[in-house]
């Protein structure tokens, strides 16, 4: 059975908690599909202070991040802790003209995807890993929002 832990701080879950945790549930049971054994999913959504602080005690990056994995457990269940950034979430969103929580379910899949040994640090990888989050997103019913061009301010529109 996949099991899935959800909360927030220091912000609110774009689309709502309860949206993310079935979805969540949804990417839990892929992920299991894929690794060939249970999925557990332990979420955190974070605001930019807590985000950015896990980031530099965990990786060294004094900034916000998207989305931080660990996987915790390798057998017979396969735990993992995912970190992702609520409020990176809004502001990515809001520049490339999607839904904010379109853009935390992104974060949610690349994380998972780390945890089952993508990785992105080189291009062919990179590639492979983009064709993934777009496959695993649509299963979820979501858009593939990732690479999608930031909105261009309107003719004589203020910036």
Avoid: Q
């Amino acid at each position: 059975m996949n099991a899935v832990e959800l909360c927030a701080r220091g912000t609110t879950v774009p689309g709502g908690a309860r949206r993310l945790r079935r979805d969540l549930g949804r990417l839990a049971a892929l992920a299991t599909a894929r690794a060939g054994r249970p999925v557990r999913l332990s979420v955190a959504v974070l605001g930019d202070a807590e985000i950015r602080r896990l980031n530099r005690a965990s990786l060294g990056h004094d900034e916000p991040a998207d989305a931080l994995a660990w996987a915790l457990k390798s057998r017979p269940v396969l735990e993992a802790e995912l970190a992702l950034g609520g409020d990176v979430a809004r502001r990515e969103a809001a520049r490339r003209g999607h839904l904010a929580y379109h853009e935390l379910l992104l974060y949610a899949v690349h994380g998972v995807l780390h945890v089952l040994g993508h990785d992105d640090h080189r291009a062919p990888a990179r590639r492979r890993m983009r064709r993934a989050e777009r496959a695993w997103l649509g299963a979820l019913g979501a858009p593939a929002v990732f690479g999608r061009r930031p909105r261009r301010p309107r003719r004589g529109a203020r910036r």
